[in-house]
């Protein structure tokens, strides 16, 4: 790329550059990626960098913006399906869940706001909803324990299930069973 194909992708915040090199503002000594939103600076006060190490050995330091040093290896969008895939795949497991999570790189507060940026919720409700929804299916379609179904959809204890289900279906799991599968078992 040239420089003055990176001054275009930079000046229409183009995300799809992120990663590809990083930009750095001479006057305040502060680097971005191409798709930051802060104001694009005067052309003879940009330089390019290949890589993150590249901008730190100049003596530049990551935008609290759209900090660079975060994204370096992963853009925005793949964190986020990272983590929805996390939370599909391992939901029932939380001691694996939490050691995944710790590896994607970004903080947990960033993850809740990425996710939430791309998906609309929080992490933490969207795994709600999978254990709510899988908890739900088992409760009408099978003849599990309560306490099995508790702790096939990760909680650790029965109580802890009640008061989730309660939370959320204004019913406890065995008067939704009741209400919900008659026709089925009978
Ligand atoms: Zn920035």
Redesign the pocket.
């Given at each position: 790329m040239t420089d003055d194909q990176k001054r275009e992708a930079v000046v229409s915040n183009d995300e799809r550059y992120d990663g590809l090199f990083f930009y750095g503002v001479t006057s305040t000594k502060?680097f971005?990626?191409p798709s930051?939103?802060?104001k694009i600076p005067l052309k003879k006060n940009m330089v390019y960098f290949e890589n993150l190490k590249q901008a730190e050995q100049a003596g530049y330091h990551p935008?609290k913006?759209?900090r660079?040093d975060l994204l370096e290896y992963h853009p925005i969008q793949e964190i986020a399906e990272k983590i929805k895939l996390l939370l599909d795949d391992h939901y029932a497991q939380q001691k694996v869940l939490t050691m995944k999570m710790a590896q994607i790189g970004v903080t947990y507060r960033r993850m809740i706001h990425i996710f939430k940026e791309y998906y609309g919720v929080t992490p933490k409700k969207y795994y709600d909803n999978l254990r709510l929804a899988e908890a739900r299916k088992k409760l009408i379609n099978t003849d599990d324990t309560i306490i099995a179904i508790a702790y096939s959809v990760g909680f650790q204890s029965l109580s802890a299930f009640y008061s989730f289900f309660r939370r959320n279906m204004n019913s406890s799991p065995s008067k939704y069973r009741k209400e919900n599968n008659h026709g089925i078992h009978s």
């Amino acid at each position: 790329m040239t420089d003055d194909q990176k001054r275009e992708a930079v000046v229409s915040n183009d995300e799809r550059y992120d990663g590809l090199f990083f930009y750095g503002v001479t006057s305040t000594k502060i680097f971005c990626r191409p798709s930051c939103k802060s104001k694009i600076p005067l052309k003879k006060n940009m330089v390019y960098f290949e890589n993150l190490k590249q901008a730190e050995q100049a003596g530049y330091h990551p935008c609290k913006r759209c900090r660079p040093d975060l994204l370096e290896y992963h853009p925005i969008q793949e964190i986020a399906e990272k983590i929805k895939l996390l939370l599909d795949d391992h939901y029932a497991q939380q001691k694996v869940l939490t050691m995944k999570m710790a590896q994607i790189g970004v903080t947990y507060r960033r993850m809740i706001h990425i996710f939430k940026e791309y998906y609309g919720v929080t992490p933490k409700k969207y795994y709600d909803n999978l254990r709510l929804a899988e908890a739900r299916k088992k409760l009408i379609n099978t003849d599990d324990t309560i306490i099995a179904i508790a702790y096939s959809v990760g909680f650790q204890s029965l109580s802890a299930f009640y008061s989730f289900f309660r939370r959320n279906m204004n019913s406890s799991p065995s008067k939704y069973r009741k209400e919900n599968n008659h026709g089925i078992h009978s």
